[in-house]
């Protein structure tokens, strides 16, 4: 099967990229934030937030230099050099991944997805676009970092691989003949 009976993984990852992507630019447009001129204080302005459920959920630009959560802003160039890592170890999965396995292969689309549309920010701008803001109203969630589509492709993708792992069936690594 090879390639082609694998390109459910690379339909997905298109997807998924073109989505975050899409929805970055969408969204930094109709606040009217160019991504190249970002400033903390542009994200603060009223006028460039767009509530969509009250103060639950609302649109804002923000730049994030590090990775989830803000962590590890000071190190962005070494985050670049992590993420083709992380982008290395999907394509890894990948090929390791029975074209049979419909759900990984969606899963780790998914992954690299997110991923190729947060790379893509990180090196054409100063940080990767964030734009979903959701506050749950309690504590530690309160409110919740600002993210986007890529990073909620890799979060969730992560868990759901986590998940089909644990519950895949192990089957005994075969012995080479001769050995």
């Known amino acids: 099967m090879g390639f082609r ?6 339909i997905v990852a298109a997807l998924i990229a073109i989505l975050d992507l899409g929805t970055k630019a969408a969204v930094f447009h109709a606040l009217g934030v160019d991504p190249d001129h970002w400033s ?48 290395g170890v999907i394509l ?7 074209p049979k396995q419909k759900r990984s292969l969606v899963i780790l689309g998914a992954i690299l997805g997110g991923a ?23 504590k530690p969630f309160d409110p919740w970092p600002a993210f986007n589509v890529a990073d909620s492709a890799i979060c969730l993708g992560v868990i759901a691989l986590a998940l089909t792992m644990i519950r895949l069936p192990h089957t005994p690594p075969h012995p080479v003949d001769g050995a």
């Open 5 to 10: 009976g694998k390109r459910l993984f690379w």
């Open 40 to 87: 903390p204080q542009v994200a603060m302005q009223d006028a460039h937030r767009m509530p969509v459920a009250g103060e639950r959920l609302v649109l804002v630009a923000q730049m994030n230099p590090g990775m989830m959560w803000g962590m590890l802003q000071r190190y962005s160039s070494w985050l670049r050099v992590f993420r083709f890592i992380a982008l």
């Open 92 to 98: 890894f999965l990948f090929w390791e991944t029975d």
């Open 116 to 138: 190729v549309g947060n790379i893509w920010d990180s090196f054409r701008y100063e940080g990767v676009r964030d734009f979903i803001h959701v506050n749950l109203g309690f």
